[in-house]
């Protein structure tokens, strides 16, 4: 099973309007790392926010949130106020506890243009 | 404050032959991981150096090794290229507390393309 699954391929939002960009988790694990990245054409991965599994209130990025809905192994992303600059890859991540490593899994991202 | 980089940025080779990869850390930085993202999809971890040692490895074959050099640098090897292996090759590094908020910094990649 896919540890990390996005729904949607591409979004489109309005200059200066919120999106939610959806992504659901799977893992037996109870501690576990939830992170958003954003991925411009340039191909550099920018680390946007984290969520811990046992973080009791919602992480907060500036213009990102993140929507932690632990029961649903839900964490969507919102962006607020969206910017032309925003128009990029977005990719949601998960690190599991049990690693003793760092692996990150990925979902297969979410195109985001924001329109003028 | 310098962030990862990845050196070459654009790489062009035919089946058959080996390619080496190049990786600086973060500052502050000592554990290095590889990710492998083909076309339209998401990253897929290769491995992960931590103190000159694999730590921990992906579903990718052996003909991937690498390397942690003594100042936390690193290098992706892959030996026999396939035209499968065309992919941007990303490096992240990360302090090695090994805590779940360890967040994993992104260098800009090399793009890889097999002939």
């Known amino acids: 099973a896919q540890k990390i699954t996005q729904t949607q391929p591409g979004m489109f939002v309005q200059e200066k309007e919120a999106v939610t960009l959806d992504c659901t988790y799977d893992t037996s694990d109870p501690s576990y790392g939830l992170f958003w990245y954003k991925q411009p054409s340039s191909g550099e991965m920018i680390f946007l926010i984290y969520q811990g599994s046992y973080d009791q209130q919602n992480a907060t990025e500036g213009r990102y949130s993140l929507n932690f809905q632990k029961a649903r192994k839900s964490a969507n992303l919102v962006i607020s106020a969206s910017q032309l600059g925003d128009s990029a890859m977005y990719f949601c991540?998960?690190?599991?506890?049990?690693?003793?490593?760092?692996?990150?899994?990925f979902g297969t991202g979410t195109s985001l243009t924001v329109i003028p | 404050d310098a962030g990862v980089t990845q050196s070459p940025t654009h790489l062009i080779k035919t089946r058959g032959q080996q390619v080496t990869l190049r990786c600086s850390p973060k500052s502050g930085h000592d554990t290095v991981s590889w990710y492998q993202q083909a076309l339209g999809q998401g990253p897929q971890f290769i491995f992960q150096y931590y103190e000159e040692e694999e730590r921990q490895r992906g579903n990718f074959p052996d003909r991937f090794s690498g390397h942690q050099f003594p100042n936390y640098s690193s290098e992706l090897n892959v030996n026999a290229l396939l035209l499968g292996d065309s992919a941007l090759y990303l490096c992240a590094s990360s302090p090695g507390t090994g805590i779940l908020t360890d967040t994993q910094y992104f260098g800009p990649g090399t793009r890889l393309t097999v002939l």
């Open positions: 991540a998960m690190r599991e506890g049990k690693d003793t490593g760092n692996q990150f899994y």
